[in-house]
Each structure stands twice: as structure tokens, then as C-alpha cells.
């Protein structure tokens, strides 16, 4: 190597360098294969779930006699040949559950499947994660840049309901929402009304500081200059704040997306007929009917994560920043 | 106020109107309506019925159950919370190290509590917490040769079932070891020099700069998840098929609230969640009063 023969300010053949780089190599790749193992096991219930979803239902519950070989517990662990018929069976099989027939554009389906829990779940997911996205950007806008009495105590209130547990307000509101006229759609009890309408009033106090956090960092003499060129306050908030705030807007539709998605004790208050449920609901009615059907259950835990995973990773470089930003301090 | 401030004013309270309806109607109402129901019954096909202190006076000194679920969430709340929040700054310090593939340990790390308590998460840990088929007995088995038989028996036994919970939310200490890491590198490069300049090593580095940098960061967190321990539900819930089983060892206070719920007894259950509301305002109360280690740098400014 030629580049070691040339003498460097940092790295002289000196004693006291060379064996401080040495133990520095060693730390390194002591915390590396710390965060190896560490690694592997955050993974393993999630690969556990996988090799279980292909194993036949008989596999499932065998364990390696003791003292087998290696390769004889890889046989039990891995499942050869796999079985990837599990994953349609969990999709259908629950349709045998139910009695009560629903209709898509006037057609009828007999039966409810994962499809229709499906549909609901992203129904509710996609419309919840549009309103707390466009709601908390809006109050947000409010907090962080527009002057009006009380503002201060105002948002100290806001940031208090975090305190509350969803458990206080759980039974007036439940009565409220059942209560609801019919101009307004009432009541609101098995629909999707109270799952999604409440994301567009603002979307919860820890969406709304995350946005004013966001907003306080980008300068004000950006509205400034579009004040002067006639813009209004809507028109900061739409032309300049929000092109600059993507980060921010995709950290809450993602957390708020994922939190619709895995939300489970709303629709277990509301939505009571089974053509209305959740996947998360209807995973639950599953675990009752097929308990020991491993095998299906985890398949079908499967496909229920899938979207979450597939939108945790197209959308963290975002979000690893927007929560990086909202400076916690 | 001028006339600029009032239409400045006007359009706040236009932006604000959302957020302004729920804290009425979603927020303040209800709790103020809760509050009224704790001190009723009411199965909402009768006529409310007031009946004072007669709620709290049966949850305090006549249902073993309600203490039995307070037990259980403080149980889980003193177990799961300091050791997850210790487990979440040490990952976050091993990361800061500038170690190769950061990106990629960070999204294995994180990626579980991002699934974290969702139902399909809670079936999955049913089904490792399984006594005799279970992943966990396995590996117990392997590692420390006690046979399947006399492994804990988890979920189905008593004494086992707490714990199990507490093991199971270890997979969710990636949440906070993104904020700490976000919060690590908040910290001032030149604290760390000047350290060096003073002869510190490695490790008084660590508590002198480092844990007192991220001090502001180690409240906010555990605030937040000493609430959220409070409220934990989702995963008892579908492990125990919402009964709090075996024997109301997992009987959680939001599962018990729920049971009331379900079964029309909507004034006790309001006053169980006032109780856990106080519960939790205490406990972040008591957090701030001993929150002298909390360092902040702007003060040492003045």
C-alpha cells in the first residue's frame, strides 16, 4: 500500500495514535455486532410470523425432538416444501363466517372476506389520514403564524389534551355521535361517519404541535414578501408554507394513515354489523374462529402488515426527518 | 385594536374553527359530561339516575377488581417503561457511533414498533407466547436447556402473564431510539471537544455531555410513555380475548373500562376513567416536580 508510506498529520506511525486507532476499530466492531444481534432479534417474531404463514397446520405444532442435529431443527424450522395456499385460504375462509350479504354499486356479495374488511380499512385509513393531514396543517398555520387574542393559553390547551386519556371522552362522545340529527347524517353508529370525521377537526393535538414546529422553523419574511405582493393569509399558508413543508406533511398523513389502519378500539365501539369492519376487527373475529389454525392466522397477520410495511419504507426518509425536526425542547 | 389586528384576529379564528369545534364538542364537552355521568348510573335505556359519591365509593372500598386492574398497569408501567427507555437510549448511543449500514439497523429497529400495536402484532405474540409450541419456550430451551414442560407457561398462567406483556413491548423501543437519536445529534460537537481538552474519556464524556444533552429529550420521552403505558389495550385485549385472563391477571384499567362499557354501565365507567385520568395527571405531575435533573442549555445563557 502505498498511501501508508506517506506520513499524514493524523495518522503518524506514532505509538499513542496507532493504539488509539486500534481500540477505536475495536469498539466499532464490537457495537457493530452488538446492533447485529440486536438486529436479529427485532426480527424474529416478524420472520417467525413468515415461516409460520407457509407451514402446513400439522407442522406448525411440532417441535425438534432433543438432541437433533442441526440440520434436523432446520428441517423443522423451515418449512420444505411451503405451502402458499395458506395465504387465499386466509383471504376466504373468513367469508364463511358471516351470514349477512352486503351490495358494491347495487350488486349483491354473499359473504363477507378480507376484501371487505379490506375495503373499509383503507376507506377509513385513506379519508382519516386526508382530514388530520389537512386539519392540523390548517390550525398549525393558525399557532404559528397569525396574531390573534389568547393565542398563548389557547395553545397550552391544545397541547394539554394530550394528557387525556381517549377513555374519558370515549362514552359522551359514543352517546353524541349516536345522538347525531339526520341532516348530519346521524346516527353515527355503524358507518364510518365517527371513524373519519372527527380526523377532519384538527387531528389531535400531537399532529397539530408537529406542524407548528415545522411552520416556526421556515423564516417570516417569506410571508412578508408575500404579503406585499398582495397575497392573503390562505394564500401564505397554500402557496408558500405548504410547498415548504412536505416533510412535515408526509410524516403526519404516514403516522396518520398507520394509526387508522392498526386503530382497533373505535371501530370495536362503532361498527357493530360485520359488512362494516375492519381488518382489524375482522382479524380478531378470526383468531376466535380459527385459534389453533396458526398456519391461517398468521397469514393473514401478514397480509394485514404488508401495507404498513410497504408504506413505513417508502415514506421514513421523510419521517425519520419531520420527527427530527419537531426539536422536542 | 386596529382594524388590520381584527381581520388578522378574524381569519385565525377561521383557521383555528376545526380545532375550535372539537376541543367544544369532542374535548371539553365530553369531559365535562364525563364527569357528570361518573356521579350517575345510567344503562342508556333507562333514565339517568344521580347517585353522588356511590360510583367511587363501590370502586374504592367494594371492587377488588378495580384495584386489581390498577395494580396491573402500574406493574406494567414501572416494568416496561424504565427498561424499554434504557434499552432505547443505549441502541440509539450504539448508532451514534457512525457504525456502517446506520440506515439499515435503523429501519430493522424501528420498523417493530411501527407495527407495534397493531392487532396482527398482538396475534403474532399470542402465538409466540404459546406454552409448549411457542417461539419463546424454543429459544429458552435452547439457550438454557430447561425443558418445554417447564418453561413459563406465559399467557396461560398467572404469575407469567404480566411479564409476558412487559417482554413483549421490549419491541417497541424503537420509537424512542429515533427520538434520541434525533436528540443526540442535537447536541453541540464542541461540548465534546472541550471535554476531550479536559481529559475526559469515553465514558465521563457520556455523563457529563451526553446524558445531560439529552436530558430534555429523556422527560419529554418519558412522559409520553408513562402516559401511553397507561392506556395500553389493543394487545391484552386480542391476547386475552378481551377478558383480562387467566384469573384478571392482565386486567388492565382501559380493558376494565371497556368491559364496563360493554355491559351498559356507563357511570361506572366514566368514573374509572376519571380515576385513570387522574392517575395520569399525577403521575406526569409528580415527573415535573423531580425534574431537576433536567438540564437545559439555554439556562446556563442568562
Redesign the interface.
Known amino acids: 500500500m502505498s498511501e501508508a508510506t506517506i506520513p499524514s498529520p493524523t495518522a503518524e506511525p506514532n505509538g499513542f495514535w496507532a493504539s488509539k486507532r486500534r481500540t477505536e476499530n475495536i ?2 466492531w464490537t ?2 455486532v ?2 447485529i444481534l ?2 436479529i432479534t ?5 420472520t ?2 413468515l415461516i ?1 404463514s407457509f407451514k402446513t397446520r400439522a407442522d ?4 425438534p425432538p ?1 438432541n437433533s442435529t442441526f440440520f434436523q431443527t432446520l428441517k423443522f424450522w423451515i418449512p420444505i416444501p411451503p405451502h402458499p395456499e395458506n395465504y387465499p385460504q386466509a383471504w376466504t375462509v373468513s367469508g364463511m363466517y358471516s351470514g349477512d350479504s352486503w351490495s358494491i354499486f347495487g350488486i349483491p356479495i354473499q359473504g363477507i372476506t378480507f376484501t371487505t374488511y379490506t375495503l373499509n380499512t383503507l376507506f377509513i385509513a385513506v379519508f382519516g389520514c386526508l382530514g388530520t393531514t389537512i ?1 392540523s396543517s ?2 398549525a ?3 404559528a403564524r ?4 389568547a ?1 398563548g393559553p ?1 395553545f397550552l ?2 397541547l394539554a ?13 359514543f ?2 355521535f349516536k345522538n347525531m340529527p339526520w341532516w348530519l347524517g346521524g346516527p353515527w353508529y355503524n358507518n364510518f361517519f365517527p371513524l373519519v370525521v ?1 380526523a ?3 387531528g389531535g393535538a400531537y399532529n ?1 404541535f408537529l406542524m407548528r414546529q415545522f411552520f416556526m422553523s421556515i423564516p417570516y419574511e417569506m410571508d412578508e414578501a408575500a404579503k406585499i405582493d398582495g397575497c ?3 394564500g401564505v ?1 397554500w402557496r408558500i408554507l405548504l410547498p415548504l413543508c412536505k416533510p412535515a406533511l408526509t410524516t403526519v398523513a404516514v403516522f396518520s394513515f ?1 394509526w387508522n ?2 386503530d ?2 373505535n371501530p ?2 362503532y361498527l357493530d354489523s360485520n359488512s362494516k369492519k375492519t ?2 376487527l375482522g ?2 373475529n378470526f ?2 374462529l380459527y385459534g389453533q389454525d ?1 398456519q391461517l ?2 397469514a ?3 397480509i ?2 404488508l401495507p ?2 410497504v408504506i ?2 417508502a415514506g ?1 426518509r421523510y419521517f ?1 426527518q419531520g ?2 425536526t419537531t ?3 | 385594536m386596529t382594524s388590520a ?1 381584527r381581520k ?2 378574524i ?3 377561521i ?2 374553527s ?2 375550535l ?3 367544544v ?3 371539553g ?3 365535562l ?2 364527569f357528570f ?1 361518573s356521579f350517575c348510573k345510567w344503562d ?1 335505556f333507562n333514565p339517568i339516575q344521580f347517585v353522588g359519591f356511590e360510583n367511587y365509593k363501590e370502586m374504592f372500598f367494594n371492587d377488588p377488581r378495580f384495584w386489581k386492574a390498577l395494580y396491573n398497569t402500574a406493574y406494567f408501567t414501572f416494568l416496561s417503561v424504565p427498561i424499554g427507555m434504557a434499552l432505547s437510549i443505549v ?1 440509539a448511543l ?2 451514534n ?1 457512525k ?2 449500514g446506520i440506515a439499515i ?8 414498533s ?2 407495534g ?5 398482538a ?6 407466547f404459546n406454552a ?2 411457542g ?1 419463546l419456550n ?1 429459544v429458552l430451551n435452547v439457550f438454557t436447556g430447561i ?2 414442560s417447564e418453561c413459563p407457561k406465559w399467557l396461560a398462567s398467572e404469575a407469567w402473564s404480566k411479564p409476558a406483556l412487559v417482554i413483549m413491548s421490549f ?1 417497541n423501543v ?1 420509537g424512542g431510539m ?2 434520541y ?3 443526540l ?2 447536541i453541540p460537537s464542541t461540548l465534546y471537544e472541550a471535554a476531550e481538552i479536559d481529559g475526559a474519556n469515553r465514558w465521563q464524556q457520556l455523563w457529563t455531555v451526553t446524558l445531560p444533552g439529552l436530558s ?2 429523556i422527560f ?1 420521552q418519558l412522559i409520553v410513555s408513562i ?1 401511553g403505558s ?2 395500553i ?2 394487545q391484552v ?2 391476547m386475552t ?1 378481551g377478558l383480562g385472563g387467566p384469573a384478571d391477571s392482565t386486567l388492565v384499567m ?1 380493558l376494565y ?2 368491559q364496563k ?1 360493554k355491559y351498559f354501565q ?1 357511570g361506572y ?2 368514573a ?3 380515576v ?2 387522574v392517575v ?2 399525577l403521575a ?1 405531575w409528580l415527573q415535573f416536580k423531580f425534574s431537576k435533573w433536567v438540564y ?1 442549555e439555554g439556562e446556563l445563557r442568562k
Open positions: 469498539t466499532r457495537v457493530f452488538i446492533l440486536g438486529s427485532m426480527l424474529m417474531p416478524v417467525w410470523m409460520t406448525v405444532f411440532a417441535v432433543p386539519s390548517v390550525v398555520f393558525a399557532f397569525l396574531r390573534f387574542p393565542r389557547l390547551l391544545c389534551t394530550m394528557m387525556v386519556p381517549t377513555q374519558v371522552t370515549m362514552i359522551p362522545t352517546i353524541l372527527p377532519f377537526l384538527g397539530i392573503t393569509n390562505f399558508y398507520l389502519w392498526n382497533f378500539l370495536l365501539i381488518l382489524a382479524l380478531t383468531v376466535s396458526y392466522l398468521m393473514a397477520s401478514l394485514i402488515s404498513i410495511i413505513f419504507l421514513q425519520i420527527i427530527a426539536g422536542l425542547k | 389586528e388578522e384576529a381569519s385565525a379564528f383557521f383555528l376545526p380545532f369545534i372539537w376541543m364538542f369532542l374535548m364537552g365530553p369531559i359530561a364525563a355521568l342508556i441502541v450504539l448508532m457511533q457504525v456502517k439497523f435503523r429501519t430493522i429497529y424501528y420498523l417493530p411501527i407495527l400495536s397493531g392487532v396482527a402484532m396475534v403474532l405474540w399470542k402465538w409466540i409448549d409450541s417461539l424454543y425443558p418445554i419491541w424503537g429515533i427520538i437519536l434525533a436528540g445529534q442535537g430534555p429529550v419529554f402516559v397507561f392506556q389495550f389493543n385485549y386480542v380475548d382501559v373500562i371497556y362499557f356507563m365507567s366514566s374509572l376513567a376519571f385513570l385520568f395520569i395527571m406526569t437545559y
